[in-house]
């Protein structure tokens, strides 16, 4: 079954150091994936996807993901975190343009002053 | 810039009582999805409707959950009767047509039930 896992709950970082949020995901096929953020009392807002094409996706917000399919993994990464990226980030995936998206289970970042 | 609309924001309920929730999506987006997220996980997709057609509801409990989009626009999702195990945050989100394209997703409603 296709799933995404999403291996790291919480995670602190200090402001100004560099990021790297782990997916990983289990499709036959390759698959579609995406990364969310949701912060409080918000919804959840894209950062970045990846169809096809070159594995290393630029997203908003500095942003970006790697896509490895001999790790199946699609990890975020960011250079230099600030205060303002503390939220939730959600990894996901599909299959097909037909399919719907499979959310992993999350990971909680805050930042350290 | 376009926004999903959700409303109420907040609801707390009794169980066995019916509740309602209701979706606006962006002007033009023919995909229009409800998700149930539990505190501490990842939004689950409990159906998805392409205009006014159901695609996938696979994972709406059928007894207790209907979701109508009658013009293929606005949505409501309903709960009747609600149980306690119901309390979670429902999320809408719309989308052009595709999983390709983009899902936005609006603030969601917190379901408490007592």
């Known amino acids: 079954a296709q799933s995404v896992t999403q291996p790291d709950i919480h995670i602190t970082v200090s402001e100004g150091a560099s990021l790297e949020l782990r997916c990983n995901y289990s499709?036959?096929?390759?698959?579609?994936l995406f990364w969310y953020v949701q912060s409080p009392g918000q919804g959840l807002q894209l950062l970045l996807k990846?169809?096809?094409?070159?594995?290393l996706v630029q997203g908003i917000k500095g942003f970006e993901a790697e896509f490895k399919r001999s790790q199946s993994s699609f990890n975020l990464r960011k250079p230099s975190v600030h205060w303002s990226d503390a939220a939730e980030y959600f990894c996901?995936?599909?299959?097909?343009?037909?399919?719907?998206?499979?959310f992993g289970s999350g990971t909680r970042l805050s930042i350290r002053p | 810039e376009a926004e999903v609309a959700q409303s109420p924001r907040y609801k707390i309920t009794e169980k066995s009582q019916a509740v309602a929730f209701w979706c606006d999506p962006i002007?033009?987006?023919?995909?229009l999805y409800w998700y149930r997220q539990i505190l501490g996980q990842g939004p689950e997709l409990l159906v998805q409707?392409?205009?006014?057609?159901?695609?996938?509801d696979s994972q709406l409990p059928k007894d207790r959950f209907s979701a109508e989009r009658l013009k293929g626009v606005d949505s409501t999702l309903k709960i009747q009767p609600a149980e306690l195990g119901d309390s979670a945050m429902y999320l809408c989100?719309?989308?052009?047509?595709?999983?390709?394209?983009?899902?936005?997703f609006g603030p969601g409603t917190r379901l408490t039930v007592l």
């Open positions: 989100a719309s989308s052009s047509r595709t999983l390709t394209d983009t899902q936005y």
């Open positions: 499709y036959g096929a390759t698959p579609y």
């Open positions: 990846y169809f096809s094409g070159d594995t």
């Open positions: 996901a995936g599909g299959y097909s343009s037909a399919s719907k998206i499979i």
């Open positions: 002007s033009g987006h023919a995909t």
């Open positions: 409707f392409q205009d006014e057609s159901v695609v996938d």
